[in-house]
């Protein structure tokens, strides 16, 4: 599957543009983590963009529908099975067990975050957000408080990697497509 197919699949069942800039926030950073790794970018990215293909139509039953989705579309197993680990604990039984899921499930509720700080800054922008204004509103439980910050430090402590790192590669990774977020 080429990133055109994955985006043209995720518009087929979703039209919320603020889904979609999430959807392209979580593929930009998975894109930056597999850097990181050595691993594939097109096919981190791709589960990215992927990852929450029936939420708009079934926000109730997230996950439930998006196995038959992905498979109609002869998404790989693997792919099904990395989608459905970034809702463990939560709406999955799936646990992320591999590196490339464990990103996914780490950074998916992140780049909420990310974003949501980043608007409150004066300039509305990525370019000057450094880790420390995310940890300061980490601290602050009314911002963006459906983000769950357990399941974020969950996440990067299966990872091994500390969450200030985790927090820098995610700003990276949402910087590299900072327009297309209008967060320029």
């Not at 979609?20 to 990215?48: K, Q």
């Not at 509720?109 to 980043?118: I, R, W």
Request: net charge negative; with cysteine; aromatic share 8%.
């Amino acid at each position: 599957m080429t990133r055109e197919d994955a985006l043209a699949l995720y518009r087929s069942y979703n039209s919320s543009e603020s889904l979609y800039r999430h959807a392209l926030s979580v593929e930009a950073v998975m894109r930056r983590f597999a850097t990181e790794y050595g691993e594939d970018p097109d096919w981190w990215g791709i589960v990215g963009i992927l990852h929450d293909i029936d939420y708009e139509l079934y926000p109730q039953e997230h996950l439930k529908h998006a196995p038959d989705m992905l498979r109609k579309a002869g998404v790989d197993e693997r792919m099904i099975r990395a989608v459905l680990s970034h809702g463990w604990t939560i709406c999955s039984d799936v646990e992320p067990m591999h590196r490339m899921e464990q990103v996914l499930f780490t950074i998916d509720e992140l780049t909420g975050l990310v974003t949501a700080t980043a608007l409150m800054r004066p300039s509305r922008s990525l370019s000057d957000l450094e880790v420390s204004s995310v940890k300061k509103k980490w601290k602050t439980k009314g911002f963006s408080a459906g983000v769950n910050r357990e399941l974020i430090a969950e996440g990067a402590s299966r990872m091994g990697m500390d969450l200030d790192r985790v927090i820098r590669l995610t700003i990276e990774g949402m910087r590299t497509i900072a327009a297309d977020l209008d967060l320029a």
